[in-house]
């Protein structure tokens, strides 16, 4: 008999280790409270970026940060109700910042990123959904010598690990994308970045395909555990209990006080982000587009374009303050000037994210029969396919085809 594993949370990350999971021969359930990747994995920028190596805490941070938390066109936004409990988080955070830190993190991202495609290509192609994946490659934006210079240590790193990158004065990057405001001045290209062109549609596509091929999902909301001598034996759900051989929690920022229940703490936090769709508007537009200066990125969806951007610390099921959707709209058309026009949807997302930019990935440290995979801030779509690789080569006890060390549960 095959071993049964349920994968809580059906988000790109649930699902992708879904799948391949069932590909090494499990019996997969998904138990999802809501519909497959209508979280964090329904509004994101749609970029594979496998040259986002580069963490969120980076040397002079702890300089930037006081400042920014008190301008209000600034990307970074913190709730005041909710300080007394990101504050130790943002000590991490600083904290993850020293320069050895940063180089050590960098390369453990890489680690994960230099397997994006291997992660993916079975999947996309076993769903038949390619039609939502393009290779456009993205561009940094740069409107100011001074941003240029400042992101020169990350361009660094970034090209020791390995990434492929041209750099570009404001006319070629026109040349390339004729939209762009004649302010941009410096463009970095990187062509060997992929993205979807509908984030949802293709998880709704895989997580389909997981069904197609036996999977079954469960509509409930997991609530807790039964806990045996060998770790879980049931999940308790709001519709009842579920008997459960083998667990992994992929439940994106909400995996927190799950892994709490099964004795793991983790510093995860809801870093969220915002995007407006401007429905129908093309302009040619073929990369995802990186704004240095404005911290906001720009890409041609199946519906249209669509600009993301900002962090702000709050509960993840908080409401959303679509002004700063509103604000966001505002740079888009800074960047591209022919953007007209009010934005036809706004959306927020909760990122899961922890101190040092590197999801979680392993065994629980508590239970033989748990596995953990969240936590993959700005770059779960990125980072899914691969995550599920991993999670199903644990399951099966192979090795791992990455060191899991740096990405251990009980690191913090
Ligand atoms: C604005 C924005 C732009 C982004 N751009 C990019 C990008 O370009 N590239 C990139 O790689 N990443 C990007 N990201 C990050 C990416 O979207 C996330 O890292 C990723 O979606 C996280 O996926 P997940 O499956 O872990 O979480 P989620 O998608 O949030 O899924 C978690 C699922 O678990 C379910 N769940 C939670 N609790 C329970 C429970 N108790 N019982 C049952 N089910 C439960 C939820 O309903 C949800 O469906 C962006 C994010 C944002 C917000």
Redesign the pocket.
Known sequence: MAKSVTV???????VCCALHLQREGFKVRL????E??????F???????TASCVPFAMPGVLKKVPKMLFDSSSPLKLRWSHVPSALPWFLRFIAAARPSRVEEIAAARNSLLVHTHAGYAPLIEGADAKQWVKDDGLMMLFESEETFQNAAYALDLRRRNGVHMDILDGNEARQMEPALSTRIIKAVSLPDVNRTID?WRLCDSLAKDFVRRGGEIVN????GFEIGGDGPTKIVTDRGLLDVEIVVL?????SRP?AKQLGTSVPLEAE????VMFAGQDFGLRRALVSADRNV?LAHMHEGIRA??VAEFAAPDAPADMRIADMIARQAKELVPGLKGEPASKWM????SHPDSKPVIGRSPRHKNVFFA?G?????????GITGKLVAELATGKPTTVDLAPFRPDRF
């Open positions: 809580i949370g059906a988000g790109i990350v649930g138990v999802e409270k809501g497959p990747g209508m979280k964090a994995s509004g994101n920028s749609g970029s594979f970026g984030p409930a909301e997991v609530r992929a439940a994106g920022v909400w799950l969220r982000g915002y995007h990125s993301t951007g997302g909760p990122r899961p969240f993959h801030d700005h770059l779960g779509l990125t980072m899914a």
